[in-house]
């Protein structure tokens, strides 16, 4: 009896260990197990000092191009085993090296960081205006307080607007945020700035300032003054 119920062991393993062989060998064949399963990802950022996503960066698996700045690849999408990052060139920066990793089918991280080795400086020039909604036509607007700050929010340089509306800063190429803030509002833009580049800030109003169409004014004080003097001029005469 004991003999009769190895033998039946046996057998049943033999015929489990032939279909788990048909199976791996079918699989094998089809490239399924050449890779893990889908759903776990290889994050790979390249980044500036500052920590900051670098757009202008290319990003290469295997020496296939990925995207720029930011690309995530379904570990799924490469076989088990060890692959390779690596970063293009972005004038005025240092290349980062290359990253080799382990495909295990979980999620990984991995990070390039570019730093700067040009030391060229840009213009920015930053154009401020007011717009009447009424006159429909835009005037500058004078001695407005601008701020150039990094991405960290560190000021990196303030200026004020001159006659014609317009201030005018020399900067390290670099991402920045260029602040305004006039009686008609505040507001704020970003610029990357690799060569010499403009922003243009336009707030609108929807009145008549004396101050800002001083001629304007000027004419509605005659007005007042001529009004003024004919109803005197009257009362006198009806005297």
């Not at 920590?51 to 960066?57: C, E, R, T, V």
């Not at 407005?144 to 200026?159: A, C, E, P, Y």
Request: charged letters at 20%.
């Amino acid at each position: 009896m004991n003999r009769l119920l190895a033998a039946v062991l046996l057998f049943l393993a033999l015929i489990g260990g032939l279909i788990y062989y048909s199976y791996f060998t079918a699989s094998s064949s089809s490239g399924y197990m050449e890779h893990p399963p889908p759903g776990h990802y290889i994050d790979v950022k390249a980044v500036d000092e500052d920590g900051f996503i670098f757009s202008k960066a290319p990003i290469y698996v295997d020496d296939e191009f990925r995207g720029y700045g930011h690309v995530r690849i379904d570990c799924s999408e490469l076989e088990w085993g060890v692959h390779r990052v690596s970063f293009g060139s972005v004038p005025g920066y240092k290349t980062p090296d290359p990253i080799e990793f382990l495909n295990s089918g979980k999620d990984r991280n991995l990070v390039g960081v570019y730093y700067r080795i040009d030391t060229s400086t840009y213009r920015l020039t930053v154009k401020v205006y007011a717009y009447s909604v009424v006159l429909k036509s835009s005037y500058p607007l004078t001695d407005q307080i601008v701020v150039v700050k990094n991405r960290l929010g560190k000021v990196i340089s303030t200026s004020s607007t001159d006659d014609t509306g317009t201030a005018y800063f020399e900067l390290a190429g670099g991402s920045y945020t260029v602040y305004v803030d006039t009686a008609y509002g505040s507001q704020k833009k970003d610029i990357d700035l690799y060569s010499d580049d403009e922003i243009v800030f336009k707030f609108y109003t929807s009145g008549l300032s004396f101050f800002e169409y001083g001629g304007l004014g000027i004419y509605a004080v005659l007005i007042a003054i001529i009004i003024v003097s004919l109803y005197l001029y009257r009362s006198r005469s009806v005297d």
